[in-house]
């Protein structure tokens, strides 16, 4: 049935007629299948820039792994995803339950005065910040980094300015290039090669991009790599951040996966109390308890810096409708007030990479990271061919180096390397070492018979 403007849609269920919503002129197929009679196919406009989003690096995973058939005998061990296996802490599971009352109220975008002071405290133990931190005005609690990341760029670019730029390390985290796309901006790819230490060469870049340059995402310890900016190049970032007006948008989830006590990673608001910018101006920083916490089911993190950013950024969340439960905001408190369970889970990683180091190393290119629990291997042949025989021959799941980055004038710094995610627990972590090291094994047999 159609109504006389011909764009409101009903289609006729058994339980009556289903209001479906406005479309645009359409055509109409009927199908017989005694549930749904009727099935509308309809145009509608929507966002132009969603066409220049590109796929999901596990969605390419998904197409390379297609027709392969993975030996029965062994059992599947993914590596692909950087998703914590290791138990959540009990206290912040039983916190969670113990707040549910809070159901029954609306929560503040701007989260709990508690909440905002455990964020606040914790970022001056950890990143040494002599107090420069107000919790009432440069803390904002987010619902885990990835909405934030996403959400930050749609607030803070102007896309009235001519083609404005969001610049990013390349490999990268997905979600920077597509907050740009959907901002109207345009990405702007930093290669971070072996020859740099996996860090981008800011050096590098020419004056007319630091011009149009409107933001910059970091990501440190980066993902895949797991480099760690140093001061100093945070130090001269921040110069250049306030000699060409943008801001310094630094994705710090991994900081708290790290190997040696004696060099934790530094934060950018660390960098920028040491420049002398004490009102951590046009910086901030993005954490998370998915990672260090090992919660990611929890999605909570927070973002904090330059309090005028924040004060428009909390504006623009209001009307997002992004508050955080007030459960997951009592877990996050005492989540953000132990240190025990931050320092188990250290150990738990550092005794995964020494184990597979010591059967991968001899065979391939591959070193312990600065930080974060990622392996950004070399690979022997091209590294989308090695996954997928990787997957076919020995039901090891990986993602391919060029999966992660963008191809530009200077090449795909993801070509030819591997990421390995150390989630799993230890034995399968070793199991696939050793898999993987037979197809080195037999590659290196293949090509020297």
Same mark, same amino acid.
């Given at each position: 049935?159609?109504?006389?403007?011909?764009?409101?849609?009903?289609?006729?269920?058994?339980?009556?007629?289903? &209001?479906?919503?406005?479309?645009?002129?359409?055509?109409?197929?009927?199908?017989?299948?005694?549930?749904?009679?009727? +099935?509308?196919?309809?145009?509608?406009?929507?966002?132009?820039?969603?066409?220049?989003?590109? =796929?999901?690096?596990? $969605?390419?995973?998904?197409? &390379?792994?297609?027709?392969?058939?993975?030996?029965?005998?062994?059992?599947?061990?993914?590596?692909?995803?950087?998703?914590?296996?290791?138990?959540? %802490?009990?206290?912040?599971?039983?916190?969670?339950?113990?707040?549910?009352?809070?159901? *029954?109220?609306?929560?503040?975008?701007?989260?709990?005065?508690?909440?905002?002071?455990?964020?606040?405290?914790?970022? !001056?133990?950890?990143?040494?910040?002599?107090?420069?931190?107000?919790?009432? /005005?440069?803390?904002?609690?987010?619902?885990?980094?990835? $909405?934030?990341?996403?959400? +930050?760029?749609?607030?803070?670019?102007?896309? !009235?300015? $001519?083609?404005?730029?969001?610049?990013? #390390? /390349?490999?990268?985290?997905?979600?920077?290039?597509?907050?740009?796309?959907?901002?109207?901006?345009?990405?702007?790819?930093?290669?971070?090669?072996?020859?740099?230490?996996?860090?981008?060469?800011?050096?590098?870049?020419?004056?007319?991009?630091?011009?149009?340059?409107?933001?910059?995402?970091?990501?440190? %310890?980066?993902?895949?790599?797991?480099?760690?900016? /140093?001061?100093?190049?945070?130090?001269?970032?921040?110069?250049?951040?306030?000699?060409?007006?943008?801001?310094?948008?630094?994705?710090?989830?991994?900081?708290?996966?790290?190997?040696?006590?004696?060099?934790?990673?530094?934060?950018?608001?660390?960098?920028?109390?040491?420049?002398?910018?004490?009102?951590?101006?046009?910086?901030?920083? +993005?954490?998370?308890? *998915?990672?260090? *916490?090992?919660? %990611?089911?929890?999605?909570?993190?927070?973002?904090?810096?330059?309090? /005028?950013?924040?004060?428009?950024?909390?504006?623009?969340?209001?009307?997002?409708?992004?508050?955080?439960?007030?459960?997951?905001?009592?877990?996050?408190?005492?989540?953000?007030?132990?240190?025990?369970?931050?320092?188990?889970?250290?150990?738990?990683?550092?005794?995964?990479?020494?184990?597979?180091?010591?059967?991968?190393?001899?065979?391939?290119?591959?070193?312990?990271?600065?930080?974060? +629990?990622?392996?950004?291997?070399?690979? #022997?042949? *091209?590294?989308?061919?090695?996954?997928?025989?990787?997957?076919?021959?020995? !039901?090891?799941?990986?993602? =391919?180096?060029?999966?992660?980055?963008?191809?530009?004038?200077?090449?795909?710094?993801?070509?030819?390397?591997?990421?390995?995610?150390?989630?799993?627990?230890?034995?399968?972590?070793?199991?696939?070492?050793?898999?993987?090291?037979?197809?080195? $094994?037999?590659?290196?047999?293949?090509?020297?018979?």
């Amino acid at each position: 049935m159609l109504a006389e403007n011909n764009k409101l849609a009903m289609a006729k269920t058994f339980s009556g007629w289903l &209001l479906l919503f406005m479309v645009q002129p359409y055509t109409m197929t009927r199908v017989e299948d005694g549930i749904i009679a009727t +099935f509308f196919h309809y145009k509608f406009d929507m966002n132009p820039d969603l066409a220049n989003l590109h =796929p999901y690096p596990f $969605e390419k995973l998904a197409k &390379l792994k297609q027709g392969c058939v993975p030996p029965t005998d062994k059992e599947h061990i993914a590596l692909s995803i950087g998703e914590p296996k290791h138990p959540t %802490p009990s206290f912040i599971t039983e916190a969670v339950i113990e707040h549910l009352h809070g159901l *029954s109220n609306y929560p503040t975008t701007a989260g709990s005065v508690e909440l905002r002071q455990s964020i606040a405290d914790w970022l !001056n133990n950890r990143f040494q910040l002599d107090g420069n931190i107000d919790p009432a /005005n440069q803390v904002l609690p987010v619902n885990g980094t990835r $909405e934030a990341l996403f959400a +930050f760029a749609q607030a803070v670019i102007d896309r !009235n300015q $001519e083609s404005p730029l969001v610049l990013m #390390p /390349n490999p990268f985290y997905q979600i920077y290039e597509g907050a740009a796309i959907l901002a109207g901006a345009e990405p702007y790819f930093l290669n971070c090669d072996a020859d740099n230490s996996f860090i981008p060469d800011f050096a590098a870049v020419s004056a007319d991009v630091w011009k149009r340059c409107q933001l910059i995402y970091l990501c440190s %310890p980066g993902n895949p790599t797991g480099a760690v900016i /140093n001061q100093s190049t945070l130090m001269k970032l921040i110069e250049l951040a306030h000699q060409h007006d943008f801001i310094i948008a630094a994705d710090e989830c991994y900081s708290e996966i790290y190997f040696n006590d004696e060099y934790a990673p530094i934060g950018l608001l660390q960098a920028a109390v040491a420049a002398g910018y004490t009102d951590l101006s046009r910086c901030v920083v +993005f954490h998370s308890l *998915s990672k260090r *916490s090992n919660a %990611p089911g929890l999605r909570s993190g927070f973002v904090a810096g330059d309090a /005028n950013v924040l004060k428009d950024f909390l504006r623009y969340r209001t009307y997002h409708g992004c508050a955080m439960p007030p459960a997951t905001q009592s877990a996050s408190i005492v989540a953000w007030q132990d240190e025990m369970h931050v320092d188990l889970n250290r150990s738990l990683y550092h005794e995964k990479f020494a184990a597979v180091l010591d059967i991968l190393s001899p065979v391939m290119n591959v070193k312990w990271p600065q930080a974060g +629990f990622y392996l950004w291997a070399e690979t #022997p042949i *091209s590294d989308t061919e090695f996954a997928q025989r990787l997957f076919a021959e020995q !039901n090891v799941t990986v993602l =391919p180096g060029s999966y992660l980055a963008r191809d530009t004038k200077n090449g795909n710094p993801g070509q030819n390397r591997i990421r390995m995610a150390l989630v799993a627990p230890l034995d399968e972590c070793i199991d696939a070492a050793h898999r993987i090291r037979t197809l080195i $094994e037999t590659l290196e047999t293949m090509e020297n018979p």
